[in-house]
């Protein structure tokens, strides 16, 4: 499974904008952006790398989602829910890049694509299977200057 620790100059877990942290049964995913669309972006680019190598995945197409949710934790537990489900059933997509086309923070509601492929057995590696986002210690923190995001999933 990957951590921190694979990651071993800090520098590059900045570019990446974010990282793994130890939980006692499942894995927390640390995400941050200087805005709330980029940590959001992050924690989902997070998952699929938790679940792959995503230097392996090369990105052959795009893949649209839309997801809607009652509040800020309920959109991002939809958003992550939303782009699992496209990892767990056909085309078993896995997104190498994320960007969010439209943010709507009061109607809860968002679209976004990734850049990937589907995810295959004979130049994947499985890493670790997530089971579900989870709203346990959900946070999203937004400051000015700065937004982090913590999600626990369920592996």
Request: aromatic share 14%; charged share 30%; hydrophobic share 35%.
């Amino acid at each position: 499974m990957p951590s921190t620790s694979m990651i071993e100059d800090r520098s590059e877990i900045e570019r990446r904008r974010f990282e793994y942290l130890d939980h006692p049964a499942d894995i927390q995913l640390h995400s941050w952006g200087s805005t709330m669309e980029e940590a959001f972006e992050a924690c989902l680019v997070s998952m699929f790398g938790y679940m792959t190598d995503l230097a392996k995945v090369d990105e052959m197409y795009e893949f649209y989602w839309k997801a809607s949710g009652d509040s800020l934790d309920g959109l991002l537990f939809q958003f992550l829910d939303e782009a699992l489900n496209s990892f767990h059933a056909e085309p078993c997509f896995v997104a190498k890049r994320v960007e969010i086309l439209r943010f709507d923070k009061k109607k809860f509601e968002i679209e976004f694509r990734g850049w990937g492929e589907s995810f295959d057995t004979s130049k994947h590696e499985t890493e670790a299977d997530i089971k579900s986002p989870t709203y346990s210690n959900m946070q999203i923190n937004e400051k000015p200057e700065r937004c982090d995001i913590y999600v626990i999933v369920d592996i």
